[in-house]
């Protein structure tokens, strides 16, 4: 069983270069979300979708723009990298619509440095 | 700014020893998620608590939500190596669902 898988696994970019991370989920999940995770402070959540075509700004969208391209695939776009954007991006998916209860299923993450 | 305080941060214990994780707030969940995420990978749930004052095991995991549910524990009976991992605890919010993440607690069990 894939769940959720994130492309690439590891990623060195220059400062203001672009890149997108991709995320496909097979569990015919409503909900996605791209949190990032830093040390110390936890996951943070930078969008989400509760639908294919929907999207909506989490805690810290800026510098980033997603795509929810159908149900299965949810991407995320850099487009203008910053060293402040080094960081572990976690994808995640969820069988709610919406925000709820229901229990987050993850990738493994990208990890992203920034130089 | 909704906070979810996670207390230890760290902890580093001998195989066979007892443990207490918490997770506090002064707000209020609808329920609150418990995550255990090795290196490398990403979180996986271990237990969702959605009932004040509910407890709920996992083997020699234990975990309680408060009865005004702004609050959790995990216990650990007996620590073993492969308990070793950050846990993480999540709380949806009563208000709007809004899923609030704690930092996390990195949990190293020695032999």
């Known amino acids: 069983n894939a769940g959720v898988t994130q492309t690439p696994k590891f990623q060195v970019l220059k400062t203001g270069q672009s890149m997108t991370l991709q995320c496909a989920q097979d569990?015919?999940?409503?909900?996605m979300y791209w949190y990032r995770q830093d040390p110390g402070m936890g996951l943070r959540l930078i969008y989400y979708?509760?639908?294919?075509?929907?999207?909506d700004k989490g805690e810290v969208p800026n510098g980033y723009n997603v795509s929810r391209l159908n149900k299965r695939e949810f991407s995320l776009r850099l487009e203008s990298a910053a060293p402040s954007q080094t960081s572990v991006y976690f994808c995640?998916?969820?069988?709610?619509?919406?925000?709820?209860?229901?229990?987050?299923?993850f990738g493994d993450g990208t990890r992203l440095s920034i130089l | 700014t909704q906070l979810l305080e996670q207390s230890p941060q760290f902890l580093s214990i001998q195989e066979g020893e007892n443990l207490t994780v918490y997770c506090n707030s002064s707000?209020?969940?609808?329920?609150l998620q418990w995550y255990r995420q090795e290196p490398g990978e990403g979180p996986v749930l271990l237990v969702t608590?959605?009932?004040g004052g509910e407890v709920k095991k996992l083997k020699r995991l234990t975990f309680q939500f408060g009865d005004a549910r702004k609050d959790s524990s995990l216990h650990i009976t007996a620590a073993q190596t492969g308990d070793t991992g950050l846990y993480l605890c999540?709380?949806?919010?009563?208000?709007?669902?809004?899923?609030?993440w704690g930092a996390g607690t990195k949990l190293i069990i020695k032999p």
């Open positions: 995640a998916s969820s069988e709610a619509r919406d925000r709820s209860n229901q229990p987050q299923h």
């Open positions: 569990m015919n999940h409503n909900s």
């Open positions: 979708s509760a639908s294919e075509g929907t999207t």
């Open positions: 707000s209020v969940f609808s329920s």
């Open positions: 608590v959605v009932t």
């Open positions: 999540a709380g949806a919010l009563a208000s709007n669902y809004q899923l609030i």
